[in-house]
């Protein structure tokens, strides 16, 4: 099993700032792309960022210049740094992997429980 713990979550005032964190523990082989996700209320969950091993990245055209993302592959965890943070950036955040687990062939997507990021004033 994957084991994924966000943390860094809360509340900030529009144009602050909050770094996210995930860590993943367990019986792990190998992560190849991390990654972060959002859902605000009544919305899709959508994808923010993603990171793969060598550390490629991509972003949501709506975070592209505020948002940066990053993973430290010796502790296997990923993180991401919100600047700029708009109201329309509330949303549970969700921390993802595609790992594999040692003895197993192949690589699956896990999940992490979520934090929740409140933009307002």
């Known amino acids: 099993q994957v084991r994924l713990v966000e943390s860094g979550g809360g509340l900030v005032q529009p144009g602050g700032s909050l770094r996210l964190s995930c860590a993943a523990s367990?019986?792990?082989?190998?992560?190849?792309?991390m990654g972060w996700y959002r859902q605000a209320p009544g919305k899709e969950r959508e994808l923010v960022a993603i990171i793969t091993r060598d550390s490629t990245t991509n972003y949501a055209d709506s975070v592209k210049g505020r948002f940066t993302i990053s993973r430290d592959n010796a502790k296997n965890t990923v993180y991401l740094q919100m600047n700029s943070l708009k109201p329309e950036d509330t949303a549970v955040y969700y921390c993802n992997a595609d790992a594999r687990l040692m003895y197993s062939r192949s690589y699956y997507p896990h999940w992490g429980k979520g934090t929740l990021v409140t933009v307002s004033s």
């Open positions: 367990g019986s792990i082989f190998s992560i190849n792309a």
